[in-house]
């Protein structure tokens, strides 16, 4: 008996005759099965997870996100559950002044040519696996973990356990959409040594989702930051807090100091260490920390940008290929990009895999790199103490919030590059 996932249209399969085996299936992975479909190939994911299940709590998807959310037809599904914050908004946490404004709402949507939108992760996934449902062309298999790869001059086989049992599935591309820890990375790295390994950033982030209508929801109205996502900046910590699952809730995060916790998703670490690094800061600030507890602890891993494909049959995307600290809110963003421009990539060179995803590697390598200078950047900015927070603030206000919008127009306003065959 096999444990091939079924093909949901046989007669239509059939017709496909490149096949593209992805390992994960989460944002990373779906948007990726979405693309390859879109492109004219036919998918396999494979989740090692018996049941989807969102990691995770709020995500910010700016438009270079939503952008291609929506030419993937997903879009539309999320958009019930997701709230269109009309400013990104930074505070001072000691005193709660604003010390600049980017407009998002229609603003930012008129001028980027698509939504600025948070969301609960599990509304995104959701979004996207309805619309894999749709797709003849893909087959998802949860329960399934990549145990070993194969790669020859014709393509590559990944050898499959699912329910106990051993499965090979052949195709031309295996695709690493399977997060920091990815399996896939870390089968490629006992063959070569170019493929880096996760590490410990030093960076805990605490998370607490509550109810709007919670004693939590009604602290965080009084901040007046129920239809934005605000950043509140201390030298210790910074928090960024906004809406979700239709206003319903809001996510809260807090970025501190601390030591490795667990290897995995949350892990528990000393609530004293987010409490001692917001001494100092504003009563009703102090106050939504109390009452939003307890809070979980997820330590912050980064991957190295090294080696992200062999020659012609694997590649790693998002997480798995360059995990980066979340400070420009774009780690799950760059993720979407990858998986879009790869299958274009992979669908231009039908006949020279390698030149595909070389093609694909010069043009992500940059626009990664430049992403995770972004994140550091900001990071120096809201922890800044002393005469540096004093020069921060004077310089986001003379920008003012249309030159900070300006300032965002190389991120936000990315389109997927045209390849053009030399």
């Given at each position: 008996?096999?444990?091939?996932?079924?093909?949901?249209?046989p007669?239509m399969?059939?017709?496909?005759s490149r096949?593209?085996?992805?390992?994960?299936?989460?944002?990373?992975?779906?948007?990726?099965?979405?693309?390859?479909a879109?492109?004219?190939?036919?998918v396999?994911v494979?989740?090692q997870a018996?049941?989807?299940?969102?990691?995770?709590?709020?995500i910010?998807l700016s438009?270079?996100?939503?952008?291609?959310l929506r030419q993937?037809?997903a879009l539309?599904?999320?958009?019930?559950r997701?709230i269109?914050?009309?400013?990104v908004?930074?505070k001072?946490a000691?005193s709660?002044?604003e010390?600049?404004?980017v407009?998002?709402?229609q603003a930012g949507e008129d001028?980027w040519?698509?939504?600025?939108?948070?969301?609960h992760?599990?509304d995104v996934?959701?979004a996207?696996?309805?619309?894999?449902s749709?797709?003849?062309?893909i087959?998802l298999?949860t329960?399934a973990r990549?145990i070993g790869?194969?790669?020859?001059?014709?393509?590559?086989?990944?050898?499959?356990?699912?329910?106990g049992?051993?499965?090979?599935?052949?195709?031309d591309?295996?695709?690493?959409?399977?997060g920091?820890w990815?399996?896939?990375?870390a089968?490629?790295?006992s063959?070569?040594s170019g493929?880096a390994?996760?590490r410990?950033?030093g960076?805990?982030?605490w998370r607490?989702?509550v109810?709007?209508?919670s004693?939590?929801g009604?602290i965080?109205s009084?901040?007046?930051?129920g239809d934005c996502?605000?950043t509140?900046?201390?030298?210790?910590?910074h928090m960024?807090a906004?809406?979700v699952s239709?206003?319903?809730?809001?996510?809260?995060?807090?970025?501190?100091?601390?030591?490795?916790?667990?290897e995995?998703?949350?892990?528990?670490?000393?609530?004293?260490?987010l409490s001692?690094?917001m001494r100092?800061?504003?009563?009703?600030?102090?106050?939504?920390?109390?009452?939003a507890?307890?809070?979980?602890?997820?330590?912050?891993?980064?991957v190295?940008q090294r080696?992200?494909?062999?020659?012609?049959?694997?590649?790693?995307i998002g997480?798995?290929?360059?995990?980066?600290t979340?400070?420009a809110a774009q780690?799950?963003?760059m993720?979407?990009?990858?998986?879009?421009v790869?299958?274009?990539?992979?669908?231009?060179?039908?006949?020279?895999?390698?030149?595909?995803l070389?093609?694909?590697e010069n043009?992500r390598?940059?626009?990664?790199?430049?992403?995770a200078?972004?994140?550091?950047?900001?990071r120096?900015?809201?922890h800044?103490t002393?005469p540096?927070?004093?020069?921060r603030?004077l310089?986001?206000a003379?920008r003012?919030?249309?030159?900070?919008?300006s300032?965002l127009?190389?991120l936000?306003?990315?389109?997927?590059?045209k390849?053009?065959?030399?």
């Amino acid at each position: 008996t096999s444990t091939r996932p079924p093909d949901r249209h046989p007669a239509m399969t059939e017709t496909r005759s490149r096949q593209v085996i992805i390992a994960g299936a989460g944002i990373a992975g779906l948007t990726a099965a979405l693309a390859f479909a879109e492109r004219g190939l036919s998918v396999k994911v494979f989740e090692q997870a018996p049941r989807l299940e969102a990691a995770g709590a709020g995500i910010q998807l700016s438009p270079n996100a939503t952008r291609i959310l929506r030419q993937l037809g997903a879009l539309d599904r999320l958009a019930a559950r997701a709230i269109r914050p009309e400013a990104v908004v930074l505070k001072d946490a000691s005193s709660l002044r604003e010390l600049a404004r980017v407009p998002m709402g229609q603003a930012g949507e008129d001028r980027w040519r698509a939504p600025y939108l948070v969301a609960h992760r599990a509304d995104v996934q959701a979004a996207l696996l309805s619309r894999v449902s749709e797709q003849p062309a893909i087959s998802l298999a949860t329960g399934a973990r990549v145990i070993g790869i194969a790669i020859d001059t014709s393509g590559v086989t990944a050898t499959v356990e699912a329910e106990g049992r051993t499965v090979e599935a052949r195709g031309d591309l295996l695709v690493g959409a399977d997060g920091v820890w990815s399996s896939i990375r870390a089968l490629l790295a006992s063959q070569e040594s170019g493929f880096a390994n996760s590490r410990f950033s030093g960076e805990l982030a605490w998370r607490s989702t509550v109810a709007a209508d919670s004693a939590a929801g009604r602290i965080f109205s009084t901040l007046g930051a129920g239809d934005c996502v605000t950043t509140f900046l201390h030298s210790g910590f910074h928090m960024v807090a906004y809406p979700v699952s239709g206003g319903e809730a809001f996510n809260l995060v807090a970025f501190t100091r601390g030591e490795r916790i667990a290897e995995g998703w949350s892990g528990h670490a000393d609530p004293a260490i987010l409490s001692g690094a917001m001494r100092g800061t504003a009563p009703a600030l102090l106050r939504l920390a109390k009452e939003a507890a307890p809070w979980i602890a997820w330590p912050i891993h980064t991957v190295e940008q090294r080696q992200w494909t062999t020659p012609r049959s694997v590649a790693l995307i998002g997480d798995a290929a360059h995990a980066m600290t979340p400070f420009a809110a774009q780690g799950a963003v760059m993720a979407i990009e990858d998986a879009a421009v790869l299958a274009s990539a992979v669908a231009d060179f039908p006949g020279d895999p390698a030149q595909s995803l070389a093609v694909w590697e010069n043009l992500r390598r940059p626009r990664i790199a430049k992403v995770a200078r972004r994140g550091a950047l900001n990071r120096l900015a809201w922890h800044a103490t002393g005469p540096v927070a004093i020069a921060r603030n004077l310089f986001v206000a003379a920008r003012g919030p249309r030159k900070l919008a300006s300032d965002l127009d190389w991120l936000y306003g990315w389109e997927q590059p045209k390849i053009v065959r030399r």
